[in-house]
């Protein structure tokens, strides 16, 4: 665990993604060992989920303090943990436990990407993520992928303000990548956070500035 505050590590690459093929959408191809229907889910948040939504605002605590909370201003709230947010976490997973490519990787980060890694871009030679989630790899090659996210909708329980350090992308800086993040001149893995570890550390602005991050 390289920083104590920030309880990350890496998953280090597979010798190359596993490319073929989707099998498309035009045809019903249900053959043995393929699956089809619907998954309905309970998510328990064993710690805090933060959900923006994209807007500012000022709440005042007990305590008299007041802290700068992301809320809609809309007075009936529904809490929703969006699907596209849920897709995209439970795709990041699927990514680093199969021979699956690195679909979101910033400018920064990519030269130091092995280039084996990068993403799919061709409808016929795709990874087993892009070839379930999808991808958009331009040129219209596009693909919709086989699953769906609905959006999970809190049925129980009730917000909180809770504080914690930002949990950076990796190369935030102008710089790239720092040297802890490489293995020779290469990216180490994919960046995981623990889960059920709450990070620790000073407010986000102090972190920026003291070059924890
Ligand atoms: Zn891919």
Redesign the pocket.
Known sequence: MPYSEKPYEFVSFPPG?N?YEPVGHHRFALTAGKHTGMMEITLTARRPVQVASGLMDVIKLKSGETAVALMTKIRRRVYVIPGSSLKGAVRSIVEAISP??V?IVGWRTRPFLPRRMN??SQMKN??P??RLFG?SGGRRENYAGQVHFEDAVMVEGRPVVVRTPLLWAPARSRRGLPPRYLRGREVKGRKFYYHGTMAKGPDARVAAGTGSI
């Open positions: 993604p490319r699956s490519c679909r993403p799919c795709l990874c993520a892009c991808m």
